[in-house]
């Protein structure tokens, strides 16, 4: 079979701007420790295992039938489990399946957002460094991209994105919180000014929430702003904190009018009743699958003491991963690591590097190797 790398696409006639361009994609890698695509580590429990096979089996059974083009059953399970996020945190909850839409991926759910929000001759604000497919997203949805900034430390205040929409006057934007990469995390004070400083140009704001389940105590979730707030959508998927990335389920939450205009560009039948059948029975199995993400909070939170102590800068993360700083080789410190089998992340930020919290087996593994290299290399 011929290799990617050596066909040659210039020769067929592609959009121009698609020219010469690389396709997303993080290395994957069977190495003992993959900690570079922010997935939870942990298996499947065996009985979330079952329950999924149960429902796929059910579910297989009337594949010769279109899938529920509403998938209702899974929108009503994810208003009651954002319900339940909300409860814990004292907020009204509210949510019913109308709120609810649901894709293959968030990245599908963002795509659907800028398909039926942005488009040629509208743009999209995003604040790097975030979440590289931002970009990618308004470039296969034919908007304009605008990078916004970021202060050194990566922080976002109020008054500086609320500046910032006024200036660029945006179609979308996307707020990630917690960032990836950076793995900091916004104040509802920064998304309250962005949505009133949205109020002229009618912008559309978005949360991207991947990381929300991880967030510290004490950080809110956006969710809680959605009442009275029509141009807000909250994303969130299950592919983190649910273990399930490779089921592809991303959703998000809004005004019952947002839905609306998902299903205005939405392919028919999107979610294939095997999709649908996975995340129901994963959202029956909530808190089994949640148990991890406590470990995994503890893992982080272990990270960045350990870091600190090897005299590394890791940013205070409300994530499954931790960004830190302080490197002076980063590609050595990453090859280092590769080298012993753990794979972690280079997004391309000098002197940084972004690992996922895995278990606590992992975590002992990736602390061990990197001090090795400090050590070695100082
Ligand atoms: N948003 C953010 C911030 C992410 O980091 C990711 C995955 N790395 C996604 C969205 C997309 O996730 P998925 O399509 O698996 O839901």
Request: charged letters at 20%.
């Amino acid at each position: 079979m011929t290799s990617s790398a050596s066909r040659n696409l210039s020769r067929l006639p592609l959009r121009e701007e698609l020219r010469g361009q690389e396709p997303y994609g993080a290395p994957q890698l069977a190495v003992k420790a993959m900690l570079n695509v922010n997935e939870t580590t942990y298996d499947v429990p065996e009985d979330v295992v079952d329950a999924i096979a149960k429902e796929v089996r059910a579910a297989a059974a009337v594949l010769n039938r279109y899938p529920d083009r509403e998938f209702s059953t899974l929108r009503d399970k994810l208003a009651d489990y954002l319900n339940r996020d909300l409860a814990s945190e004292g907020e009204p909850a509210e949510l019913t399946a109308e709120h609810i839409w649901a894709a293959n991926g968030s990245n599908e759910i963002m795509q659907h957002i800028l398909q039926a929000f942005a488009g040629p001759g509208r743009s999209v604000l995003a604040f790097p460094p975030t979440y590289s497919m931002y970009p990618l997203y308004a470039r296969g949805t034919y908007s304009e991209y605008t990078p916004g900034t970021r202060a050194a430390d990566f922080i976002q205040t109020p008054d500086d994105v609320a500046a910032q929409i006024r200036e660029h006057r945006p179609n979308v934007v996307i707020l990630c919180s917690p960032n990836n990469p950076t793995g900091t995390a916004l104040t509802l004070e920064t998304v309250e000014a962005a949505y009133a400083a949205g109020e002229d140009s009618q912008t559309m704001v978005v949360v991207d929430e991947a990381y929300g389940e991880f967030r510290q105590t004490g950080t809110g979730s956006a969710l809680a702003l959605l009442p009275g707030r029509e141009r807000l959508i909250v994303s969130r998927t299950m592919s983190k904190a649910f273990a399930l990335a490779g089921g592809r389920l991303g959703y998000l939450a809004a005004a019952p009018e947002v839905t609306d205009a998902m299903r205005l560009v939405r392919l028919p039948y999107h979610l294939s009743a095997v999709t649908q059948a996975t995340a129901v029975a994963a959202l029956d199995h909530s808190s089994t699958l949640m148990a991890n993400v406590e470990r995994i909070k503890a893992q982080r939170d272990r990270i960045v003491t350990a870091l600190e102590q090897m005299g590394l800068r890791p940013a205070p993360s409300d994530a499954n991963f931790v960004f830190f700083g302080g490197l002076t080789d980063e590609k050595a410190a990453w090859q280092h690591l590769l080298d012993e089998g753990i794979l972690i992340r280079d997004v391309g930020i000098p002197g940084h590097l972004r690992v996922t919290a895995g278990t606590e087996e992992e975590t002992t593994e990736f602390l061990a190797s990197l001090q090795r290299f400090t050590s070695s290399a100082t």
